[in-house]
């Protein structure tokens, strides 16, 4: 199966700071979702993105599927920003996890 | 429009004891999709489901079962729980893409 790989592990920012996340798969990708974990454990759909670059709000994603990897902006971060965050690239009617990078942020 | 729905949200077992959990999708999706999440992880895929009748094994199949007789129903079984499978359960539905995902099931075995 696919191999993702997401970086940082661990990222604290100030609020007000921006920040890149930035996810890796090993193979090609039919499409590709970002998460959003709340401290409640709910996965919130950020975008989905097989290819390109969307924008919402102070988020936006690309993703270059050529070269197997995906990123995620976060500007002018808030605390309610918080949380860990997933990529999702899905194979063959299936999408597999990185491990996810955990975001904290400070007021 | 409830999208998806898991029941039930906690559960505490013994060792060796069996459960069913329910999913439940109301937006007839075709793709139905069983996770584990252990803590500091992502999800990792236990049993999918592309379709009413069909079931396949995802990464991490063994010591489940699961079935998917109506389109919008989708349920896991653990036949003799262990320790290793305490773990939050996360029910997922979809087209082709995207997932939509239920708010998880917390289970622990002691």
């Known amino acids: 199966g696919i191999q993702v790989e997401q970086s940082p592990p661990d990222l604290i920012l100030q609020e007000g700071a921006n920040s890149t996340l930035r996810c890796n798969f090993s193979d090609s990708v039919n499409n590709l979702q970002w998460f959003h974990q709340n401290p409640w454990g709910q996965l919130i759909n950020l975008f989905y993105i097989p290819s390109g670059t969307k924008q919402n709000g102070r988020l936006s994603a690309t993703t270059v599927a050529t070269e197997r990897y995906s990123l995620l902006y976060i500007s002018s971060s808030q605390t309610t920003d918080s949380g860990v965050y997933f990529c999702?690239?899905?194979?063959?009617?299936?999408?597999?996890f990185g491990d996810g990078t955990t975001l904290t942020v400070k007021p | 429009n409830a999208g998806v729905t898991q029941t039930p949200k906690f559960r505490v077992l013994k060792t060796g004891q069996s459960m069913t959990l329910l999913c439940a999708q109301d937006?007839?999706?075709?793709?139905m999709y069983w996770y584990r999440q252990d803590p500091g992880m992502g999800l990792r895929l236990i049993h999918y489901?592309?379709?009413?009748?069909?079931?396949a094994k995802g990464e991490v199949p063994d010591g489940y079962n699961v079935s998917r007789l109506k389109k919008q129903n989708f349920l896991l079984g653990l036949e003799s729980a262990a320790p290793s499978q305490t773990s939050v359960y996360f029910c997922?539905?979809?087209?082709?893409?995207?997932?939509?995902f239920g708010n998880g099931t917390r289970l622990t075995v002691t």
């Open positions: 937006m007839n999706h075709e793709y």
């Open positions: 997922a539905s979809g087209p082709a893409s995207p997932l939509h």
């Open positions: 489901s592309v379709g009413e009748g069909t079931t």
């Open positions: 999702a690239p899905r194979n063959a009617g299936k999408s597999t």
